[in-house]
């Protein structure tokens, strides 16, 4: 998993970059409450429709023509001698170069993710949306929503999609022969994590047959996951871009049809609602007295990860008044139907199935991923009369962090006259950001990132906590201030650690850096940011959680969905008063 810091995108871009450009919100359903809850009923067709795939058991052929393909759906031929198991991405032809988008290639990368990428890899392929990933294949930006990113990849880097979704892994095959070559794949969608949908691996088995002729098969063994890229994109100039943007089905398509000049389909869940959109929808209905709307729903949106990045206007609480020397500012307020007091919200709801929306995990599951809460099992269980791990200790880490993003963390600080950024969004990996009030352990970093570390007083530094927010972790004395819950001179003297270079592990398994040690002060941070207010004695100590379960059209909340939604607020209000030290409060009023 990756840490925090690269997590998530700047914040205020990613809304707009989620759910595109957005003017003032409006209502998009109907409002009632189920005791402490909120629900919102969507509106007809908000959604959208999910396409969910329907080709396992299926070979699709490509046959070129022209400057096209015929496209032809028949019963699934698989060849069940894989070949070698690939050490790379890298392949290099030996028998023939395979004819694609107007060239011959002997070598390409295979991404774990299911695609095929051609070209050079020193560039980053077309800004369209078309970029090579990491690990082979191209790969998409990390919150796209796979309905646009098919478009997206047309007249980018020359690429064939087999199965293309992000964040799978495990294994790929090839077999090169004379005529033809044989790549498989038997890979899982990530497994155990806050951001996952499930706690086992699942099975996912795809196949394409390259032939020296230039036609393609994709074969479908077995697939569990229901959402992905499929499909074949040359680079087909700008001119034919337009036209080739209109999807096919390939469960219905036929030979006679075509040809085409990019074939795809994208298999997706549904879109996304906008996150102003449902800020207005619970404000109009009933009335603006939260602070903060945290989002929940029995299904899932076209994201690839469980949880949600958040945004919101930056409102003021009941007074209204703007916060400054934060540096995040009050914006757009009518645009979210509140006059002053909403301030920060989940972009999208958190699907009930999602490994976050759990209590804890199922028995038996374990780990050594750090990252993954099972790995914590005992020790957490420890505080607990039954032996268990807290409940919902994912759900906190994802409302904790993203409520914090309120506040935290885009300050700099100015030291000996250079002016050195924090974060920006995430505190940087190497700042002293020990928990002030620790939620469940007695060491922690803050849960908007940072780190705890211990210095070695021999130009090392052992790091005791990373910046990662599992288990569910507490704030920092810098985010408190941010806060307004704690007056500058509360805030101990910290330190950033820049130019990190690992030097090890200590005995325990933390790991050990070298690094250039810097002291920095609240005052350095007031120096740039100008002091914060209302200060300490003036500062919102009070706020009020709208805890919003989201249904479809003519459904109603599952069982499901309001035990878990009411166990997630029960827990945030004592989380938030346990992490604040009690000099905040936290509610979840309705009426």
């Known amino acids: 998993m990756k840490p925090i810091t690269c997590f998530f995108a700047l914040l205020l871009g990613l809304a707009a970059g989620a759910q595109g450009r957005q003017g003032p919100g409006h209502s998009i359903g109907k409002v009632t ?19 969910m ?15 096209g393909y015929r496209v032809e759906n028949s019963a699934l031929a698989w060849d069940p001698e894989f070949g070698a198991e ?3 991405p890298q392949v290099h032809l030996s028998k023939f170069a395979f004819p694609f988008s107007g060239k011959q290639w002997d070598t390409f990368s295979v991404g774990v993710t299911g695609s095929i990428a051609f070209g050079e890899m020193s560039g980053s392929g077309r800004g369209r949306g078309a970029l090579f990933g990491r ?19 047309l007249n980018g880097t020359p690429a064939i999609c087999v199965f293309f979704k992000l964040r799978m892994s495990g294994t790929r095959y090839l077999k090169e022969l004379d005529d033809r070559i044989v790549l498989t794949w038997n890979v899982t969608e990530p497994v155990g994590n806050i951001q996952d949908f499930t706690w086992t691996p699942t099975e996912n088995r795809f196949q394409t047959v390259l032939r020296k002729d230039g036609s393609i098969e994709m074969s479908y063994q077995t697939v569990a996951a229901k959402d992905a890229i499929v499909g074949v994109y040359p680079s087909i100039g700008d001119e034919k871009v337009k036209s080739a943007t209109a999807e096919l089905h390939f469960s219905s398509v036929k030979p006679q049809d075509g040809p ?5 389909e994208t298999f997706h869940y549904l879109k996304l609602p906008s996150s102003r959109d449902l800020a207005c929808t619970v404000i109009q209905a009933l009335g603006d007295k939260f602070d903060l709307l945290a989002y929940y729903s029995d299904f899932r949106v076209d994201n690839q990860e469980a949880g949600t990045p958040s945004n919101g206007p930056l409102g003021g609480g009941p007074d209204g008044g703007a916060v400054t020397g934060i540096h995040a500012n009050q914006r757009g307020l009518e645009n979210y139907c509140t006059k002053g007091r909403f301030q920060w919200s989940f972009i999208q709801p958190v699907y009930v199935g999602s490994n976050q929306m759990q209590e804890r995990p199922p028995d038996g599951v374990t780990d050594t991923n750090t990252h ?7 020790q957490l269980g420890e505080r607990t009369p ?12 994802q409302i904790g962090h993203e409520m914090g993003h309120r506040w935290s963390a885009f300050v700099s600080a100015r030291v000996n006259g250079e002016i050195i950024p924090l974060g920006p969004t995430h505190w940087a990996r190497g700042l002293q950001a020990p928990a002030a009030f620790p ?18 007083f021999d130009g090392t530094f052992t790091q005791l906590d990373d910046d990662y927010y599992v288990p569910a972790t507490g704030y920092s004395f810098l985010d408190l201030y941010l806060m307004g819950l704690i007056a500058p001179s509360e805030v101990p003297d910290f330190f950033i650690l820049r130019n990190l270079v690992p030097a090890g592990q200590d005995r325990n398994g933390h790991p050990i850096f070298k690094a250039d040690r810097t002291k920095v002060t609240i005052e350095d941070v007031i120096a740039v940011e100008g002091p914060r207010q209302p200060d300490v004695d003036h500062a919102q100590k009070k706020f009020n959680t709208g805890m919003v379960m989201i249904v479809e059209h003519g459904t109603k909340p599952s069982k499901e969905l309001i035990e878990r939604a009411n166990g997630i607020r029960e827990r945030w209000i004592d989380y938030w008063e346990t992490v604040t030290g009690h000099r905040s409060s936290m509610t979840s009023t309705v009426r």
């Open 135 to 153: 690990g082979g294949g191209v790969t998409i930006e990390r919150f796209a929503q796979l309905q646009e990113a098919g478009r997206a990849l």
């Open 33 to 51: 409450t189920n005791g402490d809850l909120i629900v919102v009923t969507l509106d007809k067709d908000v959604l959208g429709k999910a396409n």
């Open 260 to 264: 085409f000049a990019a074939p795809f």
């Open 53 to 67: 795939f329907d080709l396992t058991g299926r070979t699709l052929r490509f046959t070129p023509d022209g400057a």
């Open 386 to 397: 039954d032996g268990k791990i807290p409940a919902y200790d994912y759900a906190m880490s």
């Open 372 to 378: 993954n809460i099972a790995t914590y099992a005992h």
């Open 86 to 88: 690939m050490s790379s």
């Open 439 to 456: 939620y469940q352990r007695p060491t922690e970093a803050s849960a908007m990132g940072g780190g705890v570390w211990q210095d070695n």
